[in-house]
């Protein structure tokens, strides 16, 4: 459904700058986080979450790199820590997604 009401509210600078705060940390735009708020969700922030998928997605193209030259014959003898690192790496991620999905974070 197209958004085309606006709507304007009164803060004061500190309730500003707690909802700005809030807003800057889950990573969404002011109208997005009254939404999810209206909307009965519990609106949380958990620092870190975005950062850790981001950091464990260039770990996993590291070791798709580490992969390949295995594969090339460029290493030897790390095949089996290769493949249990990136199914360790796999499933924290499968963990951190599944944490987001169970607290609102508003993304």
């Given at each position: 459904?197209?958004?085309?009401?606006?709507y304007s509210v009164r803060l004061t600078p500190l309730e500003y700058e707690a909802l700005k705060s809030k807003c800057e940390k889950s990573g969404v735009e002011v109208s997005e986080f009254v939404r999810s708020a209206m909307k009965g969700k519990n609106v949380s922030?958990?620092?870190g979450i975005p950062e850790m998928i981001v950091a464990l997605n260039r770990i996993g193209n590291n070791i798709n790199q580490i992969a390949k030259a295995f594969n090339y014959g460029l290493l030897s003898g790390a095949?089996?820590?290769i493949k249990r690192a990136a199914l360790d790496i796999a499933e924290m991620k499968k963990e951190l997604f599944r944490i987001s999905r169970k607290v609102d974070i508003c993304q």
């Open positions: 459904m197209k958004k085309s009401v606006m922030v958990i620092e095949k089996a820590d």
